[in-house]
């Protein structure tokens, strides 16, 4: 009998977790992790050759839209993952109090990836494009709490959107109720920050270390750098004790220039993630192989971006075991090859920066087992890029495919 179901030869496995990059075998087990070595292949019952690829921890999106059929941001996340490693999917604020069974029963538990959420402070969650928090009887914190306590294994969060489209003059009433609703259950608070009112220092004093700024490098009011392009001391401050900055690239959310002045102050992301949504598939944004192909060539190395796509992104949700290769973990495992060519990449505001690294994604496993491709469902009828984006996105050769 074979020690093990499968062994992943040949390939450079990238494990953040163990600060291990290099050359070696990954075994698996019963659907779990069981040894990273070499010379495994022998001792396999299945071998996949993976000789020139990087070998990763199934990818963790951090900030993510996947309830299809009753948001309007949700696309189905099992055949993106099939194209993109992602493995471990957090929605991100899609459902609300009074729409959370729903995610659980149609989403989460049917889902071949793992799906975990952020609940929304507005009891309707994300069911319109926005405007959620613009009635303060949405905000129902004794609802959030229930919620909460009772589905602890798959809420991990609490999430507000404060901007100026979600608050529509509450000002920032709602984020002071997610805070105490985020409080009251002991778990971290992401916040999405874009147009104001209200303003990021509003913002931040409601915010602690351990909870998440998302859309961290946005080019939109709120950005977290001044006129001069120097991130403001608050937003370091906090930072250095401890608070999360995401990515959450998305449609409207990731500027070029706010990214290459945070990265040339040595401020990278804590946290790479997609924002992926009706919208954002579309591109420019496209998946999580593209939005992390932009930091490699803003010069961060591959072990840092999968590092902020794998076992950072599980920290900051206290997940335990997950975007990792250690012995035991499940076997949630991804494989990619950076392409070498000329590549054009955009931000939302379809500024151009070219590139020379692509990665594209080879193969997914979920404990264990290949992900197969499946066809994604067609688009929304209302999913319509905004005006500046239509037309206007450059295809690449992850997505074109």
């Known amino acids: 009998m074979s020690q093990f179901d499968t062994v992943l030869t040949g390939g450079h496995v990238i494990n953040p977790a163990a600060d291990f990059s290099g050359v070696a075998d990954v075994a698996i087990k019963g659907g779990k992790i069981a040894k990273i070595g070499t010379e495994l292949a022998a001792e396999a019952a299945n071998v996949i050759d993976v ?56 989403i989460a538990e049917p889902a071949k990836v793992k799906a975990f959420a952020l609940l929304n402070v507005s009891s309707i969650g994300l069911v319109a494009p926005t405007w959620e928090l613009s009635n303060l009887d949405y905000c129902d914190v004794d609802l959030g709490v229930m919620m909460v306590e009772k589905n602890r294994d798959l809420i991990v969060g609490i999430k507000a959107r404060i901007d100026a489209s979600t608050t529509r003059g509450t000002g920032i009433e709602p984020l002071k109720r997610a805070r105490d609703l985020a409080d009251r259950v002991g778990l ?24 998440i700024l998302t859309h961290c490098f946005t080019g939109n009011a709120n950005k977290i750098i001044d006129d001069a392009g120097v991130v403001f001391p608050s937003v370091k401050e906090l930072h250095d004790r401890g608070l999360v900055l ?21 401020i990278l992301p804590d946290v790479i993630s997609t924002d992926i949504h009706q919208l954002a598939v579309q591109g420019p944004c496209f998946d999580m192989p593209v939005t992390l192909s932009k930091f490699l060539n803003l010069g961060m190395t591959i072990e840092q971006v999968i590092a902020c796509a794998s076992t950072n992104a599980a920290k900051a949700i206290r997940l335990k ?59 929304m009828p209302w999913a319509a890029l905004p005006e500046h984006q239509r037309g206007k996105v450059i295809p690449v050769r992850q997505v074109a495919g």
């Open 246 to 266: 995401d990515i959450g690239h998305g449609a409207g959310s990731f500027s070029f220039d706010t990214a290459e002045k945070m990265i040339g102050q040595g």
């Open 321 to 379: 075991g997950i975007g990792t290769l250690d012995e035991g973990a499940p076997a949630d495992i991804a494989t990619f090859v950076i392409e070498d060519g000329d590549f054009t990449f955009q931000d939302v505001q379809m500024n151009v920066r070219k590139g020379k690294q692509l990665l594209v994604n080879k193969l997914t496993m979920v404990d264990g087992e290949v992900l197969e491709h499946a066809e994604e469902k067609p688009l």
């Open 188 to 211: 971290p608070l992401m916040v999405h920050i874009g147009t104001q009112p209200p303003t990021l220092e509003e913002i931040l004093a409601e915010t602690r270390p351990g909870d």
């Open 51 to 106: 000789s020139g690829q990087y070998v990763t921890p199934g990818l963790v999106d951090l900030h993510t839209h996947i309830y299809w059929g009753v948001t309007y941001w949700g696309i189905e996340p099992d055949p993106v993952a099939a194209r993109s490693g992602v493995t471990t999917w957090l929605d991100v604020g899609s459902a609300g109090g009074y729409t959370w069974p729903g995610f659980r029963r149609w």
